[in-house]
């Protein structure tokens, strides 16, 4: 569980520290690994096949809150597929990965949708669907609005990014820590009158930081 040290000041302020699992998936080759690697080490590498699953961690200080995300890298080759959902179960949020270059991988990314409808309540995950490689704008195969517009009537974040050249990455991640806190407010019971209430824990492993 997170823990944050003591800070001086006679002020002090309860800051909840959540610890949320975030899984990749998406077909192979997509820049699961890609995305992740931006995120977390703000680098990128031509080559970085995943076996299995590979994780980071992220740290995320908001005003409210800390956000820890534990992002699971899974690796998207079939043969891994069968143990795929041992990945997602627990998890908190899922980005599901397409190519903007290959528009089969956006079809891949509807059945691994698909699979996290079976596994989870439709609002126990926060979901986004992210299009990757816009630097490679002359390759497109899947318009931004078809992404869009899937991801609205399915009631998903969406995002068009690139890792290799870092657009919208953070903000990606940051979209998914902010839905992720809202739902901690909408499920805190409501307030007593007069009753100072910060963001409620529930299905998230939760420390605590004052500063
Ligand atoms: N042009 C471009 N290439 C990218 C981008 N993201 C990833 N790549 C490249 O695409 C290839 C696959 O990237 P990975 O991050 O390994 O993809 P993955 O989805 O993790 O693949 P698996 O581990 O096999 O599931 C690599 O050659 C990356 O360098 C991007 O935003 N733009």
Redesign the pocket.
């Known amino acids: 569980m997170a823990q944050e040290g003591m800070a001086g000041g006679s002020l002090e302020r309860h800051c909840p520290t959540y610890i949320y699992k975030v899984v990749l998936l998406?077909?192979?080759?997509?820049?699961?690994?890609?995305?992740a690697?931006r995120y977390v080490k703000n680098d990128?590498?031509?080559?970085?096949?995943?076996v299995g699953c590979s994780f980071f961690t992220k740290i995320i200080r908001m005003e409210s809150a800390t956000v820890k995300l534990e992002i699971w890298?899974?690796?998207?080759?079939e043969k891994y597929h069968s143990v795929c959902h041992l990945y997602y179960r627990g998890a908190h949020a899922a980005l599901l990965?397409y190519d903007i270059t290959n528009k089969e991988t956006l079809g891949r990314a509807k059945l691994w949708l698909r699979e996290l409808e079976k596994e989870f309540l439709h609002d126990e995950i926060v979901i986004a669907l992210v299009g990757?490689?816009?630097?490679?704008a002359e390759e497109r195969e899947v318009p931004a609005e078809e992404g869009e517009e899937f991801a609205r009537s399915r009631s998903l974040l969406f995002t068009e990014?690139?890792?290799?050249?870092n657009h919208q990455v953070k903000d990606v991640f940051m979209a998914v820590a902010l839905q992720l806190l809202q739902r901690e407010a909408e499920k805190a019971p409501a307030p007593r009158r007069g009753q100072h209430v910060d963001l409620g824990a529930s299905r998230a492993r939760t420390g605590c930081c004052h500063v």
């Not at 998406?26 to 995305?35: C, E, F, P, Q, R």
């Not at 890298?73 to 080759?77: E, P, R, V």
Request: hydrophobic share 25%; proline share 3%; no cysteine.
């Open positions: 998406g077909s192979t080759a997509v820049g699961k690994s890609s995305l690697y990128f590498q031509e080559s970085l096949p995943t890298d899974t690796a998207g080759q990965v990757n490689k816009t630097d490679l990014t690139s890792a290799k050249s």
